[in-house]
């Protein structure tokens, strides 16, 4: 079992900026998962927002995140990050961290990720 929890979120107005974090704790390495954020809206699905994998350190993207968006671990503080720049309305969700192992092939979609965080918020005013 992973426990995950998300501090950072707020409400901001657009062009602003947040870090989002995610702190681990569980008899399991941080280091043995890959991470990812993913963030749901009012009446949305939950969507992918990036993952950071746990070898490689290789992240990807959603593409409406792609070049304001960076996410990070630091492993030896059981923490991953989530950096947020010129953030815009369309950014309001609820932004939640999950762990698992995942494939080239699935890390886009939730199924894979066995430990979530309960959230938190982003609001984001024009």
């Known amino acids: 079992q992973v426990t995950l929890v998300e501090t950072g979120g707020g409400s901001v107005q657009a062009g602003d900026s947040l870090r989002l974090s995610c702190a681990a704790s569980?008899?399991?390495?941080?280091?043995?998962?890959?991470m990812a954020w993913f963030r749901q809206a009012p009446g949305m699905e939950r969507e992918f927002v990036a993952v950071i994998r746990l070898y490689t350190w290789a992240r990807h993207y959603a593409e409406s995140v792609q070049g304001r968006f960076v996410i990070s671990r630091d492993n030896a503080k059981n923490t991953l990050y989530l950096r947020m720049i010129r953030l815009n309305p369309e950014d309001t969700a609820v932004y939640y961290c999950?762990?698992?192992?995942?494939?080239?092939?699935?890390?886009?979609?939730?199924?894979?990720?066995?430990?979530w965080g309960r959230g938190t918020q982003v609001t984001v005013s024009s």
């Open positions: 999950a762990a698992g192992h995942v494939l080239d092939s699935n890390y886009d979609t939730t199924l894979p990720y066995e430990f």
């Open positions: 569980g008899p399991y390495p941080f280091s043995t998962y890959d």
